[in-house]
T-cell receptor
Framework: GQQLNQSPQSMFIQEGEDVSMNCTSS?????WLWYKQDPGEGPVLLIA?????ELTSNGRLTAQFGITRKDSFLNISASIPSDVGIYFC??????????????FGKGTLLTVNP | EAQVTQNPRYLITVTGKKLTVTCSQN?????MSWYRQDPGLGLRQIYY???????DKGDVPEGYKVSRKEKRNFPLILESPSPNQTSLYFC???????????FGDGTRLSIL
C-alpha cells in the first residue's frame, strides 16, 4: 500500500518555541489530513487540505499542501504544554470506484517542556 | 453529545476465542472505519464502510470481519484471535467525506 514518511519521529522543545514537521509520499495525494492524538485518547482531526499550494490555519496551527502534491507541512507557533501529543499526517487513496483507503504516517511525538 | 462509542475499552482474552468489539455513533454518519495502532507503526486502517451494507478492506484486513447492518453500528469481529492481533483499536466516523472526523476512545485488546 501507500506509505507516508513523517519527520521528525519525535521532538522535544521548550514552551514558546515554534514547531515544524512534515510528511512525504512517493505518490500524489489529492487531500492531506493532519490529526493530533493526546495521550490515552483517540486522534482528533486538526486540518484538512484539498488543493496543491493551499495554506490553512487553525489557531496556532498552520498546514500546507505541497505544490508537488507529494508532501505536506504542519507548523505550530508559540507552543504550549497542551500541544504535547502525537501528530499524524494522513491521505486517502482511491481503491476503486468511490471507495477510499486511508493511510497514516507513523507520527511525530511532540514533547513541550514548560 | 456527538460521540463514537466503543466497547469494551479493555479486554484480555485467549487465542481462538471469538470476540466482537462494538462501535456505535450517534451522528447519523455514513462513513465508519476501524484502525489498529501499534508502537512504531502508527495507525493502520483495517476496514471501512461507506454506508449500510457497503464495506471494503483497508490495509490490514486479515483476521478481521466487519458488518454494517445499520447506519449507527459497525462492529469489528475477530473470529479466531491470535496474539499478533494484540493492539489498540479505534473506530471512527464522518458524515460524508471519506476520512474520519470523529474517533472513539479506543479498545485495548490483549490476546494471550
Amino acid at each position: 500500500g501507500q506509505q507516508l514518511n513523517q519527520s521528525p519521529q519525535s521532538m522535544f522543545i521548550q514552551e514558546g518555541e515554534d514547531v515544524s514537521m512534515n510528511c512525504t509520499s512517493s505518490s500524489i495525494f489529492n487531500t492531506w489530513l493532519w490529526y493530533k492524538q493526546d495521550p490515552g485518547e483517540g486522534p482528533v482531526l486538526l486540518i484538512a487540505l484539498y488543493k496543491a499550494g493551499e495554506l490553512t490555519s487553525n489557531g496556532r496551527l498552520t498546514a500546507q499542501f505541497g505544490i508537488t502534491r507529494k508532501d505536506s507541512f504542519l507548523n505550530i507557533s508559540a507552543s504550549i504544554p497542551s500541544d504535547v501529543g502525537i501528530y499524524f499526517c494522513a491521505g486517502p487513496t482511491n481503491s476503486g470506484g468511490s471507495n477510499y483507503k486511508l493511510t497514516f504516517g507513523k507520527g511525530t511525538l511532540l514533547t513541550v517542556n514548560p | 453529545e456527538a460521540q463514537v462509542t466503543q466497547n469494551p475499552r479493555y479486554l484480555i482474552t485467549v487465542t481462538g476465542k471469538k470476540l466482537t468489539v462494538t462501535c456505535s455513533q450517534n451522528m447519523n454518519h455514513e462513513y465508519m472505519s476501524w484502525y489498529r495502532q501499534d508502537p512504531g507503526l502508527g495507525l493502520r486502517q483495517i476496514y471501512y464502510s461507506m454506508n449500510v451494507e457497503v464495506t471494503d478492506k483497508g490495509d490490514v484486513p486479515e483476521g478481521y470481519k466487519v458488518s454494517r447492518k445499520e447506519k449507527r453500528n459497525f462492529p469489528l469481529i475477530l473470529e479466531s484471535p491470535s496474539p499478533n492481533q494484540t493492539s489498540l483499536y479505534f473506530c471512527a466516523s464522518s458524515p460524508t467525506v471519506f476520512w474520519p472526523q470523529h474517533f472513539g476512545d479506543g479498545t485495548r485488546l490483549s490476546i494471550l
